[in-house]
């Protein structure tokens, strides 16, 4: 076999395992590889973005979307520290990405050269795979073990390249490693489907915990529910596996989830967790008999003192539950919570039609369900965002993209560049609360230069409302979460983009079908005022805090900062 540059070889590796493109920027630590990537731009983009943060989140965003691997690209130093918020989001949210970070030269490896640091160490607690490449030969086959370890542990895997290596030549005709990655399969046991069998027919109050896990067993899910008379309660993550109005569905559960959510879940007397991790224990019962479907053994248990685990594929654990189950016919509890939710629905429908002024965010998302399509990708962002999006934009088919675990802001914007890549037929929203977007904002100039045709929804109330509202509610007075205003429509067309600016509600309707009509990116930029996300249960101890604040507050400025009291006596006890 002839030799070759090894970035001709890696890229060839990189195409074979399905790779469309690269997040990244050019720099002086891996000028070799741009170099081959510009040699075969017609078989593999690279996307050039304005921030290494941004190649990260939107590496980790087509992976979470895709299954794909998600690929990044950074020079050393500077470059891979700019990774690292992106490659924590993969790791917390599972999502196989691979980072290639280059180094110094070889021979300046170990010098304290410029712009080396230990990057083996700074990338030791999130990759799963983390390996410094010493020779141009070991390169491919470290490759194909670093995506098949990507994948194998839905993970990060990290390469660190001296940028010399990438320019030497070799001839690659020996392999010690396959371009292939062989995905286990995995089902519980007749035995253990005969003890779920026992503990469900015993239950009178099943109730049902879905997360992303169960994505591709929307079916298989209802259908279970339907036999065994269970309501379905969704984490933020499963936003998605079943509409969002299904009759079954209570909606999300947690500090942003509804209130029959919540008193159903106290209420259960078996709770079945199907593909998810839900980690806020408080929201979760007690003393309750509780299964778990899940298709790694190692999360069986590990954030809930479960009775029984079935390790297995959700769509086909539930397929054959259903077969061994006996049909429930005491559907009082279920009808019970269907009747709750709703009279919460309608709650919900008079805050999001309200046509008063200042605008709100359910009103925003009122107008954004009239727009929004079938099959459409919606990244939303983390902070009183995530409340709104969740609560009030109920789908149907929609996607949902977030960073989960580690909530990090600023994940709109490369969720929404990454996901348009990925799916260029669909329609791609993004929402973000100003605070979020203001992080990565430099980077809807990467979405004017690709022609991706994203719509980016700013809620903007010129604060960082989350954290005012936590200050709030712990009874501090709030401290530097003003974030001052900023016209991000105007920045919109200052990068070449379009920009909305909207302020009134007579303006809400008619700019936002505006907006989706263009084939550009745009930003729409709606001012509303600031709103406390208040949960679909508050607590009494929530309350005094919150009141605790009002006192500060009126005692120190003379003003009275009354939440919705109307709203907020209603999710009380």
């Not at 530097?480 to 200052?494: I, L, N, S, Y």
Request: hydrophobic share 40%.
């Amino acid at each position: 076999m002839a030799e070759q540059r090894t970035g001709q070889i890696l890229i060839d590796l990189l195409i074979n395992w399905g790779v469309p493109h690269v997040y990244g920027l050019p720099g002086d630590s891996i000028n070799e590889l741009i170099e081959d990537l510009r040699k075969r731009k017609e078989d593999i983009d690279f996307i050039q973005v304005r921030h290494e943060e941004t190649a990260s989140l939107a590496a980790a965003a087509h992976a979470k979307l895709t299954g794909e691997l998600g690929v990044c690209l950074s020079i050393a130093g500077p470059g891979g520290i700019h990774l690292l918020n992106g490659l924590y989001d993969a790791k917390s949210d599972k999502a196989p990405v691979l980072a290639i970070v280059g180094q110094v030269n070889s021979e300046e490896v170990g010098t304290g050269a410029f712009q080396e640091i230990n990057l083996e160490k700074m990338f030791d607690d999130v990759a799963v795979f983390n390996k410094r490449v010493q020779t141009e030969k070991q390169l491919p086959d470290l490759m194909n073990q670093a995506i098949r370890e990507a994948f194998t542990h839905k993970g990060v895997s990290v390469l660190v390249v001296p940028d010399d290596l990438f320019g030497k030549k070799h001839s690659y005709d020996v392999k010690l490693t396959s371009s292939s990655y062989y995905r286990p399969e995995i089902s519980p046991q007749d035995k253990h489907l005969e003890e779920a069998k026992s503990l469900i027919e015993k239950a009178e109050k099943p109730l049902i915990l879905a997360g992303q896990g169960a994505a591709n067993a929307r079916t298989e899910l209802i259908s279970f529910a339907e036999k065994i008379k269970s309501p379905i309660i969704l984490s933020l993550l499963g936003k998605g596996v079943l509409p969002d109005h299904h009759p079954y569905c209570l909606g999300q559960h947690g500090q942003l989830g509804t209130k029959p959510a919540y008193h159903a879940m106290k209420e259960c007397d078996l709770l079945l967790l199907v593909g998810t991790q839900f980690p806020y224990r408080e929201f979760l019962p007690d003393h309750v008999t509780a299964i778990q479907i899940d298709n790694k053994p190692d999360h069986l248990g590990k954030y809930y003192p479960i009775t029984l685990g079935l390790a297995g594929d959700a769509k086909e654990t539930l397929e054959s539950l259903a077969y061994y189950v006996e049909e429930n016919n005491n559907a009082a509890f279920l009808e019970k919570y269907q009747s709750k939710m709703k009279k919460w629905s309608v709650a919900l429908q008079e805050d999001k039609r309200s046509s008063e002024d200042p605008l709100h965010a359910p009103q925003v998302m009122y107008h954004l369900e009239e727009v929004m399509k079938p099959q459409a990708v919606v990244s939303a962002d983390v902070g009183n965002v995530t409340v709104w999006v969740s609560r009030f934009l109920p789908f149907v088919d929609q996607r949902f993209l977030i960073s989960g675990w580690l909530a990090t802001m600023g994940s709109g914007l490369p969720g929404a560049i990454a996901a348009q890549l990925a799916h260029p037929d669909r329609q791609v929203i993004g929402i973000s609360g100003d605070g979020g977007f203001s992080m990565v904002m430099q980077d809807f100039a990467t979405a004017v230069q690709y022609e991706l045709p994203i719509k980016m929804v700013v809620l903007n109330n010129s604060k960082i409302a989350m954290i005012k509202y936590e200050q709030e509610q712990m009874g501090h007075l709030n401290y530097k979460t003003d974030m001052g205003d900023v016209d991000f429509a105007k920045f919109a067309e200052a990068c070449g983009g379009e920009g909305y600016r909207i302020e009134t509600h007579e303006e809400l309707s008619t700019k936002m079908k505006q907006a989706f009509l263009s084939n550009k990116p745009a930003i729409i930029d709606v001012v509303i005022e600031d709103q406390a996300p208040l949960p679909g249960h508050i607590d009494y101890q929530s309350a005094a805090n919150f009141s605790k604040y009002i006192i500060k507050n009126f005692f120190e400025s003379g003003d009275l900062d009354l939440p919705d009291m109307k709203t907020a006596v209603k999710r009380l006890q």
